[in-house]
């Protein structure tokens, strides 16, 4: 853990909203190449720099992409390759920005950061199973794959394309009735630790804003002032 920073649990939501909005407004590469080195120095630090660059790398190829191949290749072809470089470079962000959340902050802290934030109690429960429940489901989802191939069954891009029903039948279904097995036990396991309750709950974890943290915020304040403001796209 030597080295790596803990960014407040806070500033990294309130970066996720900022990432989602700047991904679907911007649309010239420069400026999100700079919100993709933003993104990549804050994985870093983070203790997440194999992820951050393996993200970055694939967000320059759909920025770069996407201003190569307009107009260069005409028809059905040319059309899709672009519709998925423009997907990449919208969802690249908002993946980078989540996965900052998600990878690099526990339980408890994000907890004490939403009871920080004055949030209800009625706000705070659903956040918190989803919180458990995407980890959880990435678990449950690479025990399908596996169980999947062992039987011979592939996740290739061919197999999926050329054979839709058998995918749906054989993955996304025990998928799907898995998800709502967890969710259920998620919900019943943190309304029997009191989540529930209105009592003010006592935590070990020191939730506060630090010179970072605070430095992270300013850049975000300043994004969120391109997006009102700027006229760059």
């Known amino acids: 853990m030597c080295g790596k920073i803990a960014f407040d649990p806070r500033v990294k939501l309130l970066l996720f909203f900022v990432s989602c909005w700047f991904a679907m407004k911007v649309t010239q590469p420069i400026p999100n190449l700079c919100m993709g080195v933003f993104l990549t120095i804050l994985l870093c630090l983070s203790g997440k720099g194999v992820v951050a660059i393996k993200y970055f790398s694939i967000l320059c190829l759909t920025v770069f992409g996407t201003v190569l191949l307009q107009g260069k290749i005409p028809g059905m072809i040319g059309l899709l390759l672009l519709g998925v470089m423009v997907l990449g470079r919208i969802v690249i962000p908002m993946i980078m920005a989540f ?100 009592r003010k709950r006592t935590c070990t974890l020191q939730i506060r804003m630090r010179s970072f943290d605070y430095t992270c915020l300013l850049i975000e304040v300043g994004i969120i002032g391109f997006l009102l403001f700027g006229n760059a796209w």
């Open 99 to 198: 996965t900052l959340i998600f990878q690099t902050t526990s339980t408890s802290q994000f907890m004490s950061a939403l009871q920080k934030m004055k949030l209800p109690v009625k706000i705070i429960i659903p956040v918190i199973i989803m919180f458990r429940f995407i980890p959880t489901v990435q678990q449950e989802w690479i025990g399908i794959r596996k169980a999947m191939a062992f039987r011979g069954i592939s996740l290739k891009a061919g197999s999926v394309i050329f054979h839709p029903i058998v995918t749906i039948e054989h993955i996304l279904m025990p998928l799907l009735f898995s998800s709502t097995s967890i969710i259920e036990e998620l919900a019943a396991a943190s309304l029997a630790r009191g989540l529930d309750s209105d």
